[in-house]
């Protein structure tokens, strides 16, 4: 079983914490706040509870709840010990490429995204694509950038091409950007896609060729 399972903590390290709960403070937006990806919900609780009560703005979390055994249970154990009722989290229970089609059909809007769900190059190229619903002035946190190869090439490549994001920050691996204006095209495109879809089994293969290596240069 996943520590974080068992412990209920935020899988950020502390300052990573710190750093993303002080920009949810600071910007004090009213409109959606989105987590891809939320595990034990530990940092969900962290977020949640930047606002008091009567000032929450709904929070919506994304995540098919296959990550460990009775994963959805173990949010609601962790928003129930922090004093947050469940009814005020809009979960959905799906893949971050489902759960996006059918935001973007509703025409839905954010101002704050977390984006922490698999972190392989072509799964965090397509949670990317929610930054088509974030609002100007919006904040978007990808962690364990610099540290996953996938989620860094991705991202480096997200921002090569939007030059409407600015980097605000980077806390060891969570990488803080903000949406400066609007975009004229959606952010990730198709060739965007199939670049993360051909990089993928190379980026595997790669892994396992170090694994492979360190395993037998002994
Ligand atoms: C690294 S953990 C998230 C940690 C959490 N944000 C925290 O700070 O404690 C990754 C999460 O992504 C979820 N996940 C995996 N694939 C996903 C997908 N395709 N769409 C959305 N979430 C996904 C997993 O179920 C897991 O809960």
Redesign the pocket.
């Given at each position: 079983m996943r520590r974080?399972a068992r412990t209920l903590a935020?899988?950020?390290t502390d300052k990573e914490l710190a750093s993303l709960l002080d920009i949810i403070r600071k910007m004090r937006f009213q409109g959606k706040h989105l987590?891809?990806?939320?595990?034990?919900g530990?940092?969900l609780c962290c977020m949640m509870k930047v606002f008091e009560y009567h000032e929450r703005p709904p929070f919506v979390v994304?995540?098919?709840?296959?990550?460990f055994q009775d994963?959805l249970n173990t949010v609601m154990k962790s928003l129930q010990n922090n004093g947050v009722p469940a009814e005020e989290v809009d979960f959905r229970i799906k893949?971050?490429?489902e759960a996006f089609i059918e935001a973007n059909q509703r025409g839905e809007s954010f101002e704050f995204i977390?984006i922490?769900?698999?972190h392989k190059i072509h799964?965090v190229t397509g949670d990317l694509r929610w930054t088509r619903l974030l609002r100007k002035g919006g904040i978007v946190c990808l962690?364990d950038y610099s540290s996953v190869r996938g989620v860094t090439l991705a991202a480096d490549r997200f921002l090569r091409k939007n030059s409407n994001y600015e980097k605000v920050d980077c806390v060891h691996t969570l990488l803080i950007l903000r949406k400066t204006r609007e975009s004229s095209t959606p952010e990730i495109s198709l060739t965007d896609r199939i670049w993360a879809s051909a990089l993928a089994p190379l980026l595997r293969l790669d892994i396992f060729t170090k694994k492979f290596l360190k395993n037998y240069s002994h």
């Open positions: 974080h935020p899988e950020l987590e891809i990806g939320t595990a034990a530990g940092t994304v995540d098919p709840m296959t990550y994963q893949k971050s490429s977390f922490d769900g698999a799964y962690h």
